[in-house]
């Protein structure tokens, strides 16, 4: 069992930034992958971004790419989305997920332990 809380979200302009974390409680932090993925309203769930176990690779979304970074430190049993050139359309829930083998990359994943949720509002 993993318990993540995330924290972080806000109301920002559009061209600002966002740094969201996610605090981990349980089994070993670095066994799993770990991933940020957001949910508009109306909107399914989409993939945001993930980082491997020991932060050797990484993989994004288009939407975000070269806007938003992720990482890890595991002592600390956190993971981290900075957010840059944020845009209205990245306005969303915001949801950390902690899986140890991925079911898909890219995907909603359908075998991980989820946040609650942080809110990002972006305005224009």
């Known amino acids: 069992q993993v318990q993540l809380v995330e924290s972080g979200g806000g109301l920002v302009q559009a061209g600002g930034s966002l740094r969201l974390s996610c605090a981990a409680s349980g089994r070993t932090f670095s066994n799993y992958v770990m991933g940020w993925f957001r949910q508009a309203p109306g909107k399914e769930r989409e993939f945001v971004a993930a980082i491997t176990q020991r932060a050797i690779r990484t993989y994004y979304a288009d939407s975000v790419k070269g806007r938003f970074t992720i990482s890890r430190d595991n002592p600390k049993k956190t993971v981290y989305l900075q957010m840059n050139s944020l845009k209205p359309e990245d306005t969303a829930t915001y949801y950390c997920?902690?899986?140890?083998?991925?079911?898909?990359?890219?995907?909603?994943?359908?075998?991980?332990?989820w946040g609650q949720g942080t809110q990002v509002t972006v305005s224009s």
């Open positions: 997920a902690a899986a140890s083998s991925p079911s898909g990359w890219g995907t909603v994943w359908t075998n991980a332990y």
